[in-house]
């Protein structure tokens, strides 16, 4: 018979045994740790320390005004999607900074650079911003100038200087590879006469030269719409004003537009595609032809068109040549179109986690465990100011950076930078990301 009291001096050293090992863990055994050096970093979820914080002041917020992209018609959830350039513009710009507009007009950008805030104001509200997908050293804002009035600027970061600024109308975007801009406006029209489209593109890192418009003349292609305008002598005098490489597209509800390089721009519209090529500063048609046109962005254009027998005959061509390759009819059905998608060669996914095909990643699990993290301090700010509830209703909102692992976290006077635990998804869709 074993003494009670050796039983109990047992278990309480195996106790002090097991609370040491606790405490250890998860520290590898060289640093005089007790567990594996090779804990999973899913196991990590749930603690982020901030990186760093900007407080709001009452009336800020990161929305913008008067955004409306004229191939986004369905409003964009504020916390954006995977940050990428052929998405609409959101004010969580990448793990660098935000845009913020103010009660009374006013706007601007920070940025976090250097273990500093910098900040560029503006003296009208924001409807876009954007830093180029490539450097991050270009910043690309609209801003409302006035009723149905907007500008379109360029400015160098983090010195901000503006190189260029235009009229435009109240969105403007980058190229996919981040070499240029584009941005435009509606010119005037007969009542009742089609849309038309004035779009430019600027570069970024060199002279704008001489502006240019696109004269529709390819021999093999279809002309231009009767009375459309050719010459600079056909635009307003806003349209002749404004600098670039400047062409003029028929315009419906429903008609969309990519710019996946510099020197490359698709349309789709009713009547079905067109595929515009820079060439000498001037736009120009390379090809055009019936059907559906979508992006696969950033891998691929694709497009579909009905068979007389029933059916779709399917093909995809890389965004910068018109290189159509028939894809297998036992291929499933595409996604309906929506920016939000990204596509890999197995599949397509978006920051929501919808999955089309297989696209090859884990399951997104950080924007929930980012959430809960912060919910605590959410409800607090509830309390300390009215304007919280207005803003956020439901909770934190949660902006993920997954390509630059990193989340903006709107808690009310606060948005937090944080780093997300680096998971191999992040680097897989990093890979996804580049144009």
Not at 173 to 190: K, N
Not at 277 to 304: D, I, N, Q, T
Not at 383 to 392: C, D, M, N, P, Y
Request: proline content about 11%.
């Amino acid at each position: 018979m074993i003494p009670t009291k050796y039983i109990i001096a047992t278990l309480f050293i195996a106790a002090m045994l097991l609370l040491f090992a606790v405490v250890q863990a998860p520290r590898p055994l060289g640093e005089g740790g007790m567990g594996s050096a090779d804990v999973p970093a899913v196991m990590s979820l749930g603690a982020y320390d901030p990186v760093t914080d900007f407080q709001l002041e009452d009336g800020w917020a990161p929305r913008f005004q008067g955004t409306e992209d004229p191939d986004q018609l369905e409003p964009w959830p504020f916390g954006g999607g995977f940050g990428a350039p052929w998405e609409p513009a959101s004010p969580y710009l990448a793990d660098q900074g935000l845009a913020l507009n103010g009660p009374k007009g006013d706007s601007e950008v920070v940025l976090w650079r250097g273990l500093e805030w910098r900040h560029y104001r503006f003296d009208a509200p924001l409807c876009s911003a954007r830093l180029d997908p490539v450097k991050g050293n270009r910043l690309l804002v609209t801003l409302q100038m006035g009723p149905d009035r907007f500008e379109t600027r360029l400015l160098e970061v983090p010195e901000g200087q503006v190189l260029w600024s235009a009229q435009s109308g109240p969105w403007s975007r980058f190229s996919w590879d981040g070499r240029a801009a584009l941005f435009g406006f509606f010119e005037p029209s007969e009542p009742k006469a089609e849309a038309r489209l004035l779009l430019t593109a600027l570069p970024l890192d060199s002279d704008l030269g001489e502006p240019t418009l696109a004269a529709w003349d390819e021999p093999g292609l279809p002309p231009a719409p009767r009375g459309w305008p050719v010459k600079p002598e056909g635009l307003s005098d806003d349209g002749r004003d404004l600098p670039g490489a400047r062409l003029v597209i028929p315009w419906h509800a429903g008609d969309h537009l990519w710019f996946p390089r510099s020197d490359r721009l698709w349309v789709a519209d009713l009547q079905g595609w067109t595929a515009w090529k820079l060439v000498s500063g001037r736009w120009v048609r390379r090809a055009a032809g019936p059907g559906l046109l979508e992006a696969h962005p950033p891998l691929a254009m694709a497009l579909a068109e009905p068979l007389p027998e029933g059916g779709m005959d399917r093909k995809t061509t890389p965004p910068d040549r018109v290189d159509w390759t028939p894809v297998p009819a036992e291929d499933p059905p595409w996604p309906a179109y929506d920016a939000a998608w990204a596509w890999t060669q197995g599949g397509a996914l978006d920051a929501w986690d919808r999955r089309w095909g297989a696209p090859g990643l884990a399951p997104e699990r950080q924007r929930q465990a980012v959430t809960d993290y912060f919910r605590a301090e959410w409800r607090t700010d509830l309390e300390l100011r009215a304007s919280v509830k207005g803003w956020l209703p439901g909770g934190p909102e949660v902006a993920l950076r997954e390509a630059q692992s990193a989340a903006w976290v709107w808690v009310g006077t606060r948005i937090v930078l944080v780093r997300l635990v680096d998971v191999p998804r992040l680097r897989l869709v990093r890979r996804l990301l580049q144009p």
